[in-house]
């Protein structure tokens, strides 16, 4: 039988580290990160570049909203629109790609041909592409298509968590995010690009050539 008051404690205990652990997170959130990623979207919108973002898991669900964000949110009259591209949200597109080619070069397979010089590549992964289970080491795909974007001339930008992982070092820009809980990264990867889409749109409405 369930005691009910040790649940409800322990649900209290749980929800209240956890809050706090978000709180110190945020303090020690990178914002010279954080404003290096802004003025990179928006360089790429000043020389109407494209904007890639993938991710994997959850990531590609923030990957897809950023997308969104950016390309809608952002918008302002009269002005050019910022061009983006979610590479993780076409299941058609990726289960052929996957078929065919292997997951590993997903995202890569998407880039090849479409991604120029000054376009900018974003992607999403908690571990960075650290750590590896059943399918083998995490994230692969993301590091593939980004060392490919580099080699292109793209911009280069990493959501990440944990330690970094390879991304820390491979992108031009990487965002790690201070837990190794992956709720909290995510978290704050869901805040953080709130907070440049909001910024970006900002800065374009009060862009003056």
Same mark, same amino acid.
């Given at each position: 039988?369930t005691n009910k008051k040790n649940s409800q404690i322990d649900f209290e205990s749980?929800?209240?580290?956890?809050?706090?652990?978000?709180?110190?997170?945020?303090? @020690? #959130?990178? &914002?010279?990160?954080?404003?290096?990623?802004?003025?990179?979207?928006? &360089?790429?919108?000043?020389?109407?570049?494209?904007?890639?973002?993938?991710?994997?898991?959850?990531?590609?669900? #923030?990957?897809?909203?950023?997308?969104?964000?950016?390309?809608?949110?952002?918008?302002?009259?009269? &002005?050019?629109?910022?061009?983006?591209?979610?590479?993780?949200?076409?299941?058609?597109?990726?289960?052929?790609?996957? @078929?065919?080619?292997?997951?590993? @070069?997903?995202?890569?397979?998407?880039?090849?041909?479409?991604?120029?010089? /000054?376009?900018?590549?974003?992607?999403?992964?908690?571990? /960075?592409?650290?750590?590896?289970? &059943?399918?083998?080491?995490?994230?692969?795909?993301?590091?593939?298509?980004?060392?490919?974007?580099?080699?292109?001339?793209?911009?280069? =930008? /990493?959501?990440?968590?944990?330690?970094?992982?390879?991304m820390k070092d491979l992108a031009d820009i990487c965002l790690v995010v201070p837990?190794?809980?992956?709720?909290? =990264?995510?978290?704050?990867?869901?805040?953080?690009?709130?907070v440049v889409s909001d910024l970006l749109g900002k800065k374009i409405a009060s862009?003056?050539?």
């Amino acid at each position: 039988m369930t005691n009910k008051k040790n649940s409800q404690i322990d649900f209290e205990s749980y929800l209240s580290n956890y809050l706090l652990e978000t709180i110190r997170v945020s303090k @020690n #959130i990178d &914002k010279v990160a954080v404003g290096k990623i802004l003025n990179a979207i928006f &360089k790429a919108w000043r020389e109407e570049k494209n904007v890639f973002l993938a991710g994997n898991g959850g990531s590609a669900t #923030i990957a897809m909203h950023f997308t969104t964000d950016l390309g809608k949110g952002t918008y302002s009259d009269g &002005k050019p629109r910022l061009h983006t591209f979610c590479l993780s949200e076409n299941p058609d597109l990726i289960s052929a790609l996957v @078929n065919d080619n292997g997951w590993d @070069n997903l995202y890569i397979d998407q880039l090849r041909g479409f991604i120029k010089k /000054g376009d900018v590549f974003i992607a999403f992964s908690v571990h /960075g592409g650290a750590g590896k289970d &059943k399918a083998g080491m995490w994230s692969q795909n993301l590091l593939r298509a980004m060392d490919y974007a580099k080699k292109i001339g793209a911009a280069t =930008v /990493g959501f990440s968590g944990f330690d970094g992982g390879p991304m820390k070092d491979l992108a031009d820009i990487c965002l790690v995010v201070p837990s190794k809980n992956t709720g909290h =990264v995510q978290d704050f990867h869901f805040a953080i690009m709130h907070v440049v889409s909001d910024l970006l749109g900002k800065k374009i409405a009060s862009f003056k050539k």
